[in-house]
C-alpha cells in the first residue's frame, strides 16, 4: 500500500486549500484514514481522520474549518481546509490503518507543505 499527499503550497490568512492523498494497493479491512500534521519544532498532531464508516473526528484547533472526506471509487482522501490561519502552518501527512493477516498496520505518505502567511 503506497500512499500520495497533494494540494500544499502558500496561500494567506483567510484563503483555503484542499489536499488529496492517492491510496494504491489493496485494502483489505480499513480502519481509519487521516491526515495529520507537524510544524517546525513541534511533534506531529492529528488534525482529522475518518472510518471505514464514514465517521469523522477532528481536532478542536481546526473543527468548523477543515472537513476531512474519501472518494472510495477514487481511493482518495481529502482534506477541505478554510479560513486557514498562520498557526495551519506545517508539512501535512496522510495516513492509513488497515487489519489485514490477524495484525493492523499503519501506512503514511510523503508530506505535503502548507504555508499559510499573515
Known amino acids: 500500500v503506497q500512499l500520495q499527499a497533494s494540494g500544499g503550497g502558500l496561500v494567506q490568512a483567510g484563503e483555503s486549500l484542499r489536499l488529496s492523498c492517492v491510496v494504491s494497493?489493496?485494502?483489505?479491512?480499513?480502519?481509519?484514514m487521516g491526515w495529520h500534521r507537524q510544524a517546525p519544532g513541534k511533534r506531529r498532531e492529528l488534525v482529522a481522520r475518518?472510518?471505514?464508516?464514514?465517521?469523522?473526528h477532528y481536532a478542536d484547533s481546526v473543527q468548523g474549518r477543515f472537513t476531512i472526506s474519501k472518494d472510495n471509487a477514487k481511493n482518495t482522501l481529502f482534506l477541505q481546509m478554510d479560513s486557514l490561519t498562520p498557526e495551519d502552518t506545517a508539512v501535512y501527512y496522510c495516513?492509513?490503518?488497515?487489519?489485514?493477516?490477524?495484525?493492523?498496520?499503519?501506512?503514511w505518505g510523503q508530506g505535503t507543505q502548507v504555508t499559510v502567511s499573515s
Open positions: 495516513n492509513t490503518v488497515e487489519f489485514s493477516g490477524g495484525s493492523y498496520h499503519d501506512y
Open positions: 494497493g489493496s485494502i483489505i479491512e480499513l480502519q481509519y
Open positions: 475518518i472510518t471505514g464508516t464514514e465517521k469523522s
